[in-house]
């Protein structure tokens, strides 16, 4: 079987759906009369773009077959044969997933007619509606073309024509699709591997001849290697500081003239007030001044530089790893970028030549695709290439703490899209502009840099005013909704705690949170405190920085210096499944341990306790760990080793999500330690005794001094 892309998101999906008219309902013996098809483009049918082909089928065609699809012989009498129409099918198709109705039907006729025509016919990678729909509802009485589309609300097309027939399975498919996420099933290879469980189906398929579609895939396909530098280095790095900025009134002669003074290629044009914040700011590159000067000579050298500034400057954000920057100038075919911090400042410039080290071609494997989706089969679709990203960087030699921070920074800038798109289509429905400026924050792992792909939605939003309409609160709870909403869809599930902007318990006025904040530091009892902790974590994505900065200062004043908050904040997380049985043996079920409950999560909200009671301001465990180091808090060895053992957590689940991911199984943070070498599991056994140690460390360090 052909490679499938397991982890593409089925609400993107490019995908062929076929059909097949034959001559009898026999596979062994029926001959193919018609071939239909249609593509699904990024989860969109395009059904313009359609494929029909009457064959010759060798053969009289019988009148109850004509009766039932009106084909007759002599409408085939100069169609080709079954070997040209198959080139032309194949054609269509390209290198998407086939998608039908009973297909594994079709593909037993396409391999019994490539077999007599001396042709190689190679399973391909397809998923049936019929065993999807009896995946999601298995009470229907039956599973016809004419059962779904009724249950489905689904326009059929025309029945018993290869087209029509395939027209109505991508309907069918597509409706289905939000059928399938709620079963947790979001991408192909999940759909695979629950269609091949449906034994007693695939048994009755397989007794009446048809062809076994269902088989999951095996694993993630890397097709080249990847440039693991630009996921490794952030735009900080290797910027151009500080940035030269002129007035848009100073003249071309002026600009080239510092440009040759300073050896730069390019200069940020202040806004009319000044302004040096990137979306009130342009840039004139070298090429803009030879582009003037080739079209006007030496009178262009008295020309203001606003005439041949583009605005506004297009940027990065400083934390943004490198290929970011890349894949940016690549689809907006620029050669300088603005680096901007929190607060729209332009703080650095980027150029083509600062990036000439780097193979950009190998370098794109995620893009810029989040920044230019536009709903949430977009996001998706950007989604979708993350793991396969993750097991290149992997096979590259990056640690799971490194390939976590890339994993965390795509769930950040989709949030981010998620909020744009969502403020849009606010707009589109008359619900206007936010009624006062907000911060939309990420919280917990995504916040510390450390998710990986098993992950949800944690977030929190946080609004200037209290003193406003009674209705705006309401604008920014649908605000919240949409965002989830979006999110879910492309593939980042919703919190299960409901730790999210769109409960109201996560979303509120700078007012509102500081008293929630000074509420949380006052409690006593842990049972007041479910699901704070992650709160501590939280990350700046979207909207007003300056509020974001103001809250977390004041979470920071208010927690820090308490020991007994920080206490109840570690006692409120529950309590950990322990690692090891009274043999001393690792506590398996099912053959795996689950290394967040038994490692990771013990070591991280040790960690950010530890932060909090001494005032550290990191957010990733390994820098608060790092910087309890440099205060000499806690024996420098111990410390150590929990950096090493969250390392060796975090590379280990990552490694195990890929293989699950290529198996079509859910990613998940239980790892099987069969899996691991003998050295590596002697390590995991270290590090999960490194890990036992924690209480011990914690207790001392909350109530020193």
């Not at 009457?54 to 077959?65: C, E, F, Q």
């Not at 097309?157 to 395939?166: E, N, V």
Request: proline share 4%; glycine share 6%; net charge negative.
């Amino acid at each position: 079987m052909e490679h499938v892309d397991s982890a593409r998101a089925l609400i993107a999906i490019d995908a062929v759906v076929f059909d097949t008219e034959t001559t009898g309902l026999d596979p062994a013996h029926a001959r193919i009369v018609e071939m239909g098809g249609v593509r699904i483009a990024a989860g969109r049918l395009e059904e313009s773009d359609a494929f029909r082909q009457l064959v010759h089928p060798g053969m009289a065609i019988p009148a109850a077959s004509s009766a039932i699809h009106g084909i007759a012989d002599a409408d085939v009498a100069g169609a080709p044969r079954f070997g040209e129409a198959l080139a032309n099918l194949l054609a269509f198709a390209g290198d998407r997933i086939w998608i039908g109705h009973s297909i594994g039907f079709d593909f037993a006729i396409l391999k019994k007619e490539a077999a007599r025509a001396g042709l190689a016919f190679e399973q391909k990678p397809a998923l049936d509606t019929r065993l999807l729909a009896q995946i999601v509802a298995p009470q229907l009485p039956g599973f016809s073309m004419e059962t779904l589309c009724a249950w489905l609300n689904v326009e059929p097309a025309k029945r018993h024509s290869a087209l029509g027939d395939a027209q109505s399975a991508a309907r069918i498919f597509l409706a289905l699709v939000p059928h399938l996420r709620d079963r947790g099933i979001r991408t192909i290879g999940e759909a695979l591997r629950a269609t091949s469980r449906l034994t007693q189906a695939l048994e009755a398929e397989h007794a009446a001849g048809w062809a076994a579609i269902a088989d999951p895939p095996t694993t993630i396909q890397i097709h080249s290697r990847i440039d693991a530098y630009p996921y490794r280095h952030r735009a900080a790095e290797i910027m151009s500081c500080p940035p030269r900025f002129a007035s848009p009134f100073e003249t071309v002669d002026t600009a080239l003239a510092m440009m040759m003074r300073e050896k730069i290629s390019s200069l940020f044009i202040r806004g009319a007030q000044g302004e040096e914040k990137a979306q009130s700011c342009g840039i004139v590159t070298e090429r803009d001044l030879l582009r003037a000067m080739a079209a006007e000579g030496g009178r262009a050298l008295a020309r203001p530089l606003e005439s041949i500034a583009s605005r506004p400057v297009h940027k990065v954000a400083a934390d943004s790893f490198l290929h970011v920057a890349m894949a940016r100038m690549t689809h907006l075919r620029i050669r300088h970028l603005a680096v901007s911090d929190s607060d729209d400042r332009i703080i650095g410039a980027l150029s083509a030549r600062d990036l000439l080290r780097l193979r950009a071609g190998d370098a794109l494997s995620l893009g810029d695709s989040i920044e230019m989706a536009t709903d949430a089969r977009g996001l998706a679709a950007a989604w979708s290439g993350l793991p396969r990203t993750c097991a290149a960087l992997a096979a590259e030699g990056m640690n799971g703490a490194e390939i976590a921070s890339v994993i965390s920074q795509e769930i950040c800038a989709m949030t981010a899209r998620a909020v744009a798109i969502a403020q849009e289509e606010m707009r589109r429905a008359g619900a206007g502009e936010a009624p006062c400026p907000f911060a939309f924050l990420v919280l917990g792992s995504a916040a510390r840099g450390e998710s990986l792909l098993a992950m949800d939605q944690d977030n929190a939003l946080v609004f200037a005013h209290d003193d406003a309409p009674s209705h705006r609160d309401d604008w920014f709870a649908e605000l919240a909704a949409r965002i989830s909403d979006l999110l879910h869809e492309a593939g980042v599930p919703l919190c299960k705690g409901d730790i999210m902007a769109r409960n109201p318990l996560w979303r509120g006025s700078l007012e509102t949170w500081r008293r929630r904040i000074e509420t949380w530091v006052t409690r006593s009892d842990p049972a007041d405190l479910l699901s704070v902790d992650v709160f501590f974590d939280m990350r700046f994505v979207a909207g007003d920085a300056s509020l974001a900065e103001s809250l977390r200062m004041d979470a920071m004043a208010l927690a820090q210096g308490r020991p007994s908050f920080a206490k109840l904040l570690v006692e409120s997380s529950g309590a950990a499944e322990p690692a090891f049985n009274l043999f001393g043996r690792l506590r398996l079920k099912d053959g795996r341990i689950d290394l967040k409950r038994a490692g990771l999560f013990r070591l991280v909200c040790a960690a950010r306790a530890l932060a909090i009671k001494h005032g550290i301001g990191a957010h990733a465990t390994a820098e608060r760990l790092s910087a309890l180091r440099a205060m000499k808090a806690g024996g420098d060895h111990d410390l150590e080793h929990l950096i090493e053992a969250q390392r060796f957590f975090l590379t280990h689940i990552l490694r195990q999500q890929i293989h699950d991911i290529g198996l079509g199984a859910p990613p998940s943070n239980r790892i099987e330690p069969a899996r691991l070498s003998g050295l590596e599991r002697e390590r995991l056994r270290e590090s999960l005794h490194a890990i036992e140690a924690l209480e011990t460390l914690v207790r001392e360090l909350l109530f020193s001094d």
